[in-house]
């Protein structure tokens, strides 16, 4: 009887660590869950912010790129037109 009242103790004693294990894998499983929900959100931000970044490097590309002909343009047309006659420009087409 008292090795059955022992095994029965040890049998409760052992449901309630189990009962703690449990607890303590769902808290670590919602910190988890939490923790991967915010990486996530924080990859989302980090991709509109590259976005953004290409998006804005894609222009000032461009503009670089026009940015000689824009120059020689402004150079041209302030020129008196006795200086664009001597030296034989004509506007471009």
Do not use: C, Y
Not at 39 to 57: P, S, V, Y
Not at 65 to 79: A, D, G, N, R, S
């Amino acid at each position: 009887m008292a090795l059955l009242i022992r095994n029965q103790a040890a049998f409760v004693e052992q449901i309630a660590r189990n009962d703690q294990e449990r607890l303590a894998l769902r808290d670590w499983q919602h910190r988890t869950e939490v923790w991967q929900h915010n990486t996530e959100e924080w990859q989302r931000r980090a991709e509109a912010r590259f976005d953004k970044i290409e998006e804005r490097l894609s222009n000032i590309e461009a503009t670089l790129v026009q940015l000689p002909k824009i120059i020689l343009q402004t150079i041209l047309e302030q020129l008196p037109k006795a200086v664009k006659k001597e030296i034989g420009f004509s506007p471009p087409a």
